[in-house]
């Protein structure tokens, strides 16, 4: 089972919006819509920011919001805020042996 | 407060074993899926292991043999016991609550183990 595919790094100005794409397959992405996504601040532990590809966790910003088109789901960061500057992974459930794959993580820097 | 907590890692020669532990708080592991994940210094996630609420357990197929999940429910406990350890199973490991698949909501703070020699 390979990782999902996402871009290395995203970057935007304060206030711009920016999307992410999370890149699988018929037996991940394609397959479920359990697509969830995670931010991560250097030297902390992940955090859920969208579970079922687009529902909010309570007290996760409006800012955040995800979809998803056939093998590839998306999250958008809506009013780029400093505090968005992490890194971003996208995790789905698999039919295969292994039962979840994250992405290669994508880096989100504000300019 | 809902959360959990990992400990146990260390530095360890390869071939060794270590166990991990996840303590949980405000909720009861036996009810709900829990999930290890880990993350090799500089590098990204990782699914490693499950436990269903039911007992069942599952591994990614690069520990599978290798490593055992487990949990005490009197404890509120669960264990990663990992043997066989190999360099590349360096990493932080995380205790997840497992949202039945469909995402990882509780993340503790995780707990590093180093293989080397």
């Known amino acids: 089972q390979s990782a999902l595919t996402q871009p290395a790094s995203v970057s935007g100005s304060p206030g711009q919006s920016i999307t992410i794409s999370c890149k699988g397959t018929?037996?991940?992405?394609?397959?479920?819509?359990?697509v969830s996504w995670y931010q991560q601040h250097p030297g902390k532990a992940p955090k859920l920011m969208i579970y079922?590809?687009?529902n909010r966790p309570s007290g996760v910003s409006s800012r955040f919001s995800g979809s998803k088109s056939g093998n590839t789901a998306s999250l958008t960061i809506s009013g780029l805020q400093a505090e968005d500057e992490a890194d971003y992974y996208c995790?789905?459930?698999?039919?295969?042996?292994?039962?979840?794959?994250f992405g290669t993580g994508t880096k989100v820097t504000v300019l | 407060e809902v959360q959990v907590v990992e400990s146990g890692g260390g530095l360890i020669q390869p071939g060794g074993s270590l166990r991990l532990s996840c303590a949980a708080s405000g909720f009861t592991v036996s009810s709900n899926y829990m999930t290890w994940v880990r993350q090799a210094p500089g590098k990204g996630l990782e699914w490693v292991s499950v436990i269903y609420s039911a007992g069942s357990t599952y591994y990614a197929d690069s520990v599978k043999g290798r490593f055992t999940f487990s949990r005490d429910n009197s404890k509120n406990t669960l264990y990663l016991q990992m043997n066989s350890l190999r360099a590349e199973d360096t990493a932080v490991y995380y205790c997840?609550?497992?949202?039945?698949?469909?995402?990882?909501?509780?993340w503790g703070q995780g707990t590093m183990v180093t293989v080397s020699s």
């Open positions: 018929s037996s991940d992405v394609g397959a479920y819509n359990y």
């Open positions: 997840a609550r497992d949202l039945q698949g469909s995402a990882f909501d509780i």
């Open positions: 995790s789905s459930e698999t039919s295969s042996s292994t039962l979840y794959v």
């Open positions: 079922d590809v687009i």
